[in-house]
């Protein structure tokens, strides 16, 4: 199973660092609409799609969608993807005292994955194409990455409070202090090491937007888990060995980069 695991997450990591470096922003928006429109995949079936026909009608949607936001304001998108994972918070800390008017609802869950998947299509091409844009998106997967992996190994050797036991028993606040504590680092290496011409930022809005980022990443996680808890299942799918599946994987940064992207713009 480790092993697996870490073939897995090395492979990937290898091709979104080629990605993301090398490729121009058409075809970078492109690899990015295919690797959301795979986690998109798995959220029509934590939705209650069973029919391939309706789960690929819900890819559509989606793919459309990916093309109308590129005609609306991009900060738009953002503060109203921003909305959406303050009332995902209310949500799973309400689990599942709440979940009767949602739980078994197809419709409501595909929204739900319609305004976590297309802002977050949107920011990372918004990333990708900003000046710096390329050390910036490295940036975020590094602290979406880090935080996530110290979550993990804190809340195991440490964790001893659970976070939200009714959502996901096993993540807990030692989890959360870990991932931060993990932020804090990359803030500075990032001060120390990298050119004000490059992060264009202060050292105070650096960290404002990066613990901001991680935050939304535990949201995004623990969104997921929510919706696999009411749907039962373990993983969002098969694709990855060792990781389950896509939605697996990028959970955390659904909320993440719009959250990013929009910190990123106003700040």
Known sequence: MLLSRTITAVILIIIVIVGIVYLSPFYFAIVNALFMLAAAWEWSCLAGLKKKTSRCAYLIVIALLFYVVTYLPSWLVFIIAGLWWLV?????????KLSTWWSNKTGIICGMGIVSIVPAWLALNTI??????VIHLLLLLLIV???????????????KHKL?????????????????????????????TLHTDIVQKQWWQILIIYLATTLASI??????????RSAGLKDSGQLLPGHGGMLDRVDGLLAAAPIFALLLLFL
């Open 145 to 159: 990455g880090l935080a996530d992996s110290s979550a993990y190994f804190s809340g195991r050797y440490l964790g």
């Open 128 to 133: 990708h194409h900003a000046e710096h844009g």
């Open 219 to 228: 949201v995004g996680d623990l969104l997921e888990s929510m919706l696999k």
């Open 88 to 96: 995902a918070i209310f949500l799973f800390i309400n689990y599942p």
């Open 164 to 192: 939200l036991p009714a959502v996901s028993p096993g993540k807990t606040w030692q989890g959360v202090a870990g991932a931060l504590l993990s932020t804090i680092i990359i803030v500075i290496l990032v001060t120390s």
